[in-house]
């Protein structure tokens, strides 16, 4: 898997777990062993990655 599906699988998953409110970008990105400035490179913010997840 590439890095962009790896978050999408994790954010996802930790969205599912706790609410997409109580995630925040660095929860994310500690999970995956990723910087947060690698998530951005990806996705805008957390608005444009929920909303990729929701369109799934």
Do not use: H, P, W
Request: proline share 0%.
């Amino acid at each position: 898997m590439d890095v962009r599906e790896n978050i999408l699988e994790k954010a996802t998953e930790l969205y599912t777990q706790f609410g997409i409110r109580a995630v925040t970008m660095d929860d994310i990105a500690k999970e995956l062993g990723i910087s947060k400035k690698t998530i951005y490179q990806y996705y805008k913010d957390k608005s444009e990655l929920v909303n990729t997840i929701t369109k799934l």
